[in-house]
């Protein structure tokens, strides 16, 4: 009987292919649009991401995101290495600056002060150079990626730019600091290249203020349960600290809350759901009608219901199985052409979008099914007799 139920499908090759366009649209758009979605939300934690070794971030109670810089009293990490379970604890700081480019031109960095004895914060990846050369004079290091772009300097009218080179100097407010080397960090959601040096250079770079530290980042002693430690912490300083998981979706919802990203994506994945919905919920019940006279001379030899309502469901599952496979197939196509990853699109497809994808599938698929089953339960077999 499935291989009967299977020809029967494939059989009405117009219907079987419309089906199909349905579902692949539907898998598509869900797969497209959301993988879209999670790579922007991926950008919004990269600078917590890049920080891989702290377990904890202590921050001031009124930060809720990144790009907020209220900063912390220079006391703060002597306060909180001084808490029971941590390992570690070191300033870092965070601030957007204007610098200046060789060829004159301004343009506004995120300068990232790093701790001088440890280095801990930098990014893992280094592309050139060293970060021991940070602790040269006036030494920074500088975002692979932004070379050539906002980094880039420019050679003359109409003739471009070339990227930013080991020793090349710029002006971070008015200081000379000297390229040292370069990193690749996480693409991020917010724009400006990111520059990184020791932490008391960057203060040296940042406008004065009595308060220079953005950040404390923290490690946990071995054995120890990082949220136990940081609510430790946070009965001792009256600060506000959150793990690094906590951080990272912290910054998401408030991407989400202050965006209409959430809202505009979440409208284009319900319109495919629904659209893909209809075209294979329509085109799978005139299917099932158009070979009712089957069904009714499958009945008339002895075919039980169960049996029938059994085959409708295969055909429906096998249809979206295949539509599955090609949506899902082609929105990771369209990832790679348009420059998925490093890529200047965000597009980030976990397994999680995938069962989401393929649950949504699914249940338009069953939904399908149960329309065009009652057609079947309820066939009288003495109708493949009539006209």
Do not use: H
Request: aromatic residues 8%; glycine residues 10%; positive net charge.
């Amino acid at each position: 009987m499935n291989l009967v139920a299977l020809r029967m499908l494939v059989g009405d090759r117009a219907r079987y292919i419309g089906i199909l366009i349905g579902l692949t649209f539907a898998s598509l758009l869900i797969t497209q649009q959301g993988s879209i979605f999670v790579g922007l939300m991926t950008r919004a934690t990269s600078f917590v991401r890049d920080a891989q070794v702290a377990d904890i971030w202590v921050m001031d109670p009124s930060r809720d995101s990144v790009v907020e810089f209220k900063n912390l009293q220079s006391t703060m990490p002597q306060r909180v290495r001084s808490v029971e379970g941590v390992q570690w604890a070191v300033p870092m700081f965070r601030s957007d600056i204007p610098a200046r480019l060789p060829d004159g031109r301004l343009t506004t960095i995120t300068l990232v002060g790093v701790d001088d004895a440890t280095l801990i914060g930098l990014p893992a990846r280094i592309v050139s150079g060293s970060p021991l050369a940070l602790r040269n004079a006036d030494s920074v290091l500088v975002d692979d990626d932004e070379l050539g772009k906002k980094l880039g300097v420019s050679l003359g009218e109409g003739l471009g730019k070339r990227p930013l080179a080991l020793g090349d100097r710029i002006e971070i407010n008015d200081r000379v600091a000297t390229i040292a080397g370069t990193f690749k960090v996480n693409r991020q959601f917010f724009f400006n290249p990111n520059v990184y040096t020791t932490f008391s250079r960057a203060k040296l770079y940042a406008p004065r203020t009595l308060r220079s530290t953005s950040y404390v980042l923290v490690k946990v002693a071995p054995g120890q349960d990082a949220s136990v430690v940081a609510q430790r912490i946070r009965d001792a300083t009256g600060q506000r600290v959150l793990t690094s998981g906590q951080w990272a979706w912290q910054n998401i919802s408030y991407v989400l809350e202050n965006t209409g990203i959430g809202i505009n994506f979440g409208i284009a994945v319900g319109l495919g759901f629904i659209v893909g919905m209809v075209i294979t919920g329509q085109t799978f019940y005139n299917f099932t009608v158009d070979n009712l006279r089957y069904f009714g001379t499958l009945k008339a030899m002895g075919t039980g219901n169960w049996t029938l309502v059994r085959m409708v469901v295969l055909q429906a599952l096998l249809v979206g199985a295949i539509g599955y496979g090609l949506g899902v197939g082609a929105a990771t196509l369209f990832g790679k052409v348009t420059g998925g990853g490093q890529g200047q699109l965000a597009f980030a497809t976990p397994w999680q979008l995938l069962a989401i994808t393929a649950g949504a599938v699914t249940f338009v698929c069953l939904i399908s099914a149960l329309l065009s089953v009652r057609k079947v339960i309820a066939l009288e077999p003495a109708v493949v007799f009539k006209g």
